[in-house]
Every structure is written in C-alpha cells, then in structure tokens.
C-alpha cells in the first residue's frame, strides 16, 4: 500500500514551458486535491476533485487545468509556466465517512520557474 | 479567509507536554475541528478531530471547548521530532466545500 504518490519529485522549467504533475492514490479515495505552499505560507488549495470525471476550483486556480478521468490519478497541468508558480506542490487524498474527512498527503514536488 | 485562529509560533520543552491553542469562534454546529502537522519539506500528516467531546489517540488528545469556540491540541511528552507547523481546520463534508489551512503554529521543541 504505497498511499499518495507524486511524480515527479522534482522539476525545473523555462517560462512558458508546460508540464504535467501526476498525483496517484492506492486508496480507492473519493476525493483528491491539489496543493501549492510557498515558503513561510501554508497550503492553498488550487483545484479538488469529489470523484472520478469531476474537478473544481479552488482557492488559487488560475494559471492550472486538472483532471480525474481514472479515480485513482488526478493530474494537474501548467499549460504556460511562469516564475509565480514556483512552489511545492501537494497533492492529497481523503477518506470520507458521513461528514468526517482525513486527508493522506503525498510527499510534494518541488518545481522550480525560471 | 480561514476560519481559525492559531499562534504564529510556540515553544516547548522536551518532554513537557505540549498544548497548542485554536480559535474557531464561528464554528458552525456541523463543523468538525480537525489538526495536521507539516514536519519541514514533508507532505501534511493527520493528527486528530472532534466535534464535541474530547478525543484522544495514540499521537495527542484533542480538547473542545463546551462552546466549541475553541479548542487545544496536547501532545503529551513532546519530543524533538514533534518539530513541526501544526494547522487547525475547521470543515464538514460538501461537495462544493474549500479546505483553508491557514498558517498554523509552528512549534519548536527544545531540548
């Protein structure tokens, strides 16, 4: 049982460039979302999905595109990167029961934008 | 805007307990109080959450107001791997629902 996976760990992009991160959940979880955090701050939420074909936005949306077509994967795409989105990015997975949610994190991907 | 209010930073001795405070004056009555910690470079790991009565596992207790306008996370014998930024949420389950974390307390153990 691996849990939340991230690939890749690591990355360095041009501006402009595009990239696909790729989060995947041995979990058999509903729900999944993407993080960034930046240095000193904490986590804000760029999209989520609630299930499998389904995504929304959420705090800090612009600039990505994501996707759900297989219920264990969720991928986030940079179309046009740019040096504001350097950060750490964190993808997650929750367990729900009735109202209650625990969210399993995967260990991040540094990307940097130059 | 987050919906809880937490110390930027605390410190604690080794092996002391460690009691690190939440405000969430509007909770709403189906809300849950949930706590994760960042442990430096690593992905957030779950704690602990409550609704109402005091809740304890085998990493902290988890301590609720009566009005549940706020609430306290206690790590009993704190050791220098509790060295983290611990993050207090507030939330229930919607399917339009945004998760803030907020900047959480970082904690700094202290040998």
């Known amino acids: 049982n691996a849990g939340v996976t991230q690939t890749p760990k690591f990355r360095v992009l041009k501006t402009g460039q595009s990239m696909t991160l790729l989060c995947a959940q041995d979990?058999?979880?509903?729900?999944m979302y993407w993080y960034r955090q930046d240095p000193g701050m904490g986590l804000r939420l760029i999209h989520y999905s609630v299930g499998e074909g389904t995504t929304a936005k959420g705090e800090v949306p612009d600039g990505y595109n994501v996707s759900r077509l297989k219920k264990q994967n969720f991928l986030l795409g940079l179309e046009s990167a740019a040096p504001s989105q350097t950060s750490v990015y964190f993808c997650?997975?929750?367990?729900?029961?009735?109202?209650?949610?625990?969210?399993?994190f995967g260990p991040g991907t540094r990307l940097l934008v130059l | 805007d987050a919906k809880t209010t937490q110390p930027p930073s605390m410190d604690c001795a080794e092996g002391r307990a460690a009691n690190l405070p939440c405000n969430h004056s509007?909770?709403?009555?189906?809300?849950?109080v949930y706590w994760y910690r960042q442990i430096h470079s690593q992905g957030p790991q779950y704690i602990i959450h409550g609704l109402k009565n005091n809740e304890t596992n085998e990493m902290a207790s988890l301590i609720i107001t009566e009005d549940r306008k706020s609430s306290t996370l206690i790590l009993p014998h704190a050791t220098l791997r509790d060295t983290a930024v611990y993050y207090c949420?507030?939330?229930?389950?919607?399917?339009?629902?945004?998760?803030?974390f907020g900047k959480g307390t970082r904690l700094h153990i202290l040998p």
């Open positions: 979990m058999n979880h509903e729900y």
């Open positions: 949420i507030v939330r229930v389950v919607h399917r339009d629902d945004k998760i803030i």
């Open positions: 509007t909770i709403s009555g189906n809300e849950y």
């Open positions: 997650a997975s929750s367990f729900v029961a009735g109202t209650q949610e625990t969210q399993y």
